[in-house]
């Protein structure tokens, strides 16, 4: 079965609110990953937060990663009308030669 | 420097006819993934290959699909007598060695089977 599945939501916010999406896995990681699409095109890769880390920040980003409870969370602050996009998480698990990429979140950000 | 790039952007076909993408890696990377998007679907791994080892096609879902790497460079994916299902994105990606890496990701062909 496939890891790194996302709460299946669509999200629609106002600018200068804060977005947060959700993602679990079943097995074992070395870490985790966040991607954005934009428009059903190739991924852009946001943050990695490892195994062994609770909580990493990139700019407007924070991601939060719960091993014991096998979850994630991404948070973007303040956001912005350019980041309505489709966001995904991918883990993975040990001793595995692959990504495993969840079923992803729309966030519709509204001007 | 360049990024990942892929080939045909788009691509109408019939039903039956066989059609091969390509994807160019970022050079150096020795890793290279295929995927398949399906409208509003996540991302479905297709193949994997690494450096010179036996690449990892657990993900192909039907021998109609195929796909070659020379080296570290151009992989070709091939679909063979293709059906309206197989209407997809199909993405590209290369990294580094480990597969802990982040993936770079190209732009991907739209494939449009009628």
């Known amino acids: 079965s496939q890891q790194g599945e996302e709460d299946p939501q669509a999200l629609s916010i106002q600018e200068g609110e804060n977005a947060t999406m959700n993602c679990s896995y079943k097995?074992?990681?070395?870490?985790l990953q966040w991607y954005r699409q934009n428009s059903g095109r190739g991924l852009v890769h946001l943050i990695l937060?490892?195994?062994?880390?609770r909580e990493k920040h990139s700019g407007r980003l924070r991601v939060t990663l719960d091993t014991s409870k096998k979850s994630s969370s991404l948070l973007i602050t303040a956001s912005r009308a350019a980041d309505t996009a489709s966001y995904f998480c991918?883990?993975?698990?040990?001793?595995?030669?692959?990504?495993?990429f969840g079923k992803g979140n729309q966030v519709v950000v509204i001007p | 420097g360049a990024g990942v790039s892929q080939s045909p952007s788009n691509k109408v076909t019939e039903k039956g006819k066989d059609v091969e993408l390509r994807c160019d890696p970022i050079s150096g990377h020795t890793a290279l993934y295929w995927y398949r998007q399906r409208l509003g679907q996540g991302l479905e791994f297709l193949i994997y290959f690494q450096g010179n080892s036996a690449p990892d096609k657990s993900g192909l879902p039907s021998d109609r699909f195929s796909a070659e790497r020379t080296g570290e460079s151009v992989s070709t994916l091939t679909i063979q007598r293709t059906q309206q299902e197989d209407s997809a994105v199909y993405l590209c990606?290369?990294?580094?060695?480990?597969?802990?890496?982040?993936?770079?990701f190209g732009p991907g062909t739209r494939l449009l089977v009628l």
């Open positions: 937060i490892r195994s062994n880390e």
């Open positions: 991918a883990t993975d698990a040990r001793g595995n030669n692959r990504l495993a």
């Open positions: 097995t074992s990681i070395n870490n």
């Open positions: 990606a290369s990294s580094g060695e480990w597969v802990q890496e982040t993936q770079y």
